[in-house]
């Protein structure tokens, strides 16, 4: 099992930039893919994208490609959210999750894939 913590978020201005961290405990972490994602209205969560357990592989949705991406670090358990140029209407909780990891560089896309999620974290943007 994997337990997951997530923190960083805040208050930003459109067009600025915040780096959420989720921060593991369990044993052998670099074995789980890890996914982001985030409350959607209407829905219970959107995916944002997802890193493979080497961290070889990423993949985001659409409209995040070229701002966010998914930094990790195997040795300190973390894994990262690095959000640039964010826009009001991602003002939301977001949510890191993780899986354990068949090496077959597959990410879901649906939170349905993820078996362990963290708390959420609030990011506002706002002027």
């Known amino acids: 099992q994997v337990q997951l913590v997530e923190s960083g978020g805040g208050l930003v201005q459109p067009g600025g930039s915040l780096r959420l961290s989720c921060a593991a405990s369990?044993?052998?972490?670099?074995?789980?893919?890890v996914g982001w994602f985030r409350r959607s209205p209407g829905k219970d969560r959107d995916f944002v994208g997802a890193i493979t357990w080497a961290g070889s592989r990423t993949v985001y949705r659409e409209s995040v490609k070229g701002r966010f991406t998914i930094p990790r670090d195997n040795a300190k358990n973390m894994v990262y959210l690095q959000m640039n140029s964010l826009r009001p209407e991602e003002t939301t909780v977001y949510y890191c999750?993780?899986?354990?990891?068949?090496?077959?560089?597959?990410?879901?896309?649906?939170?349905?894939?993820?078996?362990?999620w963290g708390q959420g974290t609030q990011v506002t943007v706002s002027s």
């Open positions: 999750a993780a899986k354990s990891t068949d090496y077959s560089g597959r990410l879901p896309q649906d939170y349905e894939g993820y078996d362990y």
């Open positions: 369990g044993r052998q972490f670099s074995t789980y893919d």
